[in-house]
């Protein structure tokens, strides 16, 4: 599987992105896929996750009601809509596919996802 991530990019406060994620490689819909960000010098960071089959959604608390994540099954491609981007927003957005084919777990941790892109910046001025 390979996961090809884009539309990165810099704004100012308050404004909106949106980030995709290609799927290339695989066919099963039985998988938990997330958006992970990262800081420099910090560890990598959960942001959301959706269960590809029946779509469900979950989001970690410092995004809920900003950001959304969905997917089109036409493209095999999976977003990352982010509105009222703050600059504590600002960090390199990577799209994972858990190992292991199943629902998502209750939380979201890098170690278990197997499957990565290649990470897009996200610049949020003040």
């Known amino acids: 599987v390979r996961l090809v991530e884009s539309g990165g990019g810099s704004v100012q406060a308050g404004g909106s992105l949106r980030l995709s994620c290609k799927i290339y490689?695989?066919?099963?819909?039985?998988?938990?896929m997330a958006w992970f960000r990262r800081v420099p010098g910090k560890e990598r960071e959960y942001v959301a996750q959706t269960f590809i089959m029946d779509g469900g959604t979950y989001y970690s608390d410092s995004v809920k009601g900003r950001f959304t994540i969905s997917q089109d099954h036409a493209s095999k491609t999976m977003h990352l809509q982010m509105n009222s981007l703050k600059p504590e927003d600002t960090a390199t957005y990577y799209c994972?596919?858990?190992?292991?084919?199943?629902?998502?777990?209750?939380?979201?941790?890098?170690?278990?996802?197997?499957?990565w892109g290649q990470g897009t910046q996200v610049t949020v001025s003040s």
């Open positions: 994972a596919r858990r190992k292991y084919a199943g629902n998502c777990a209750s939380g979201a941790w890098p170690r278990d996802f197997g499957s």
């Open positions: 490689g695989s066919t099963n819909d039985n998988y938990c």
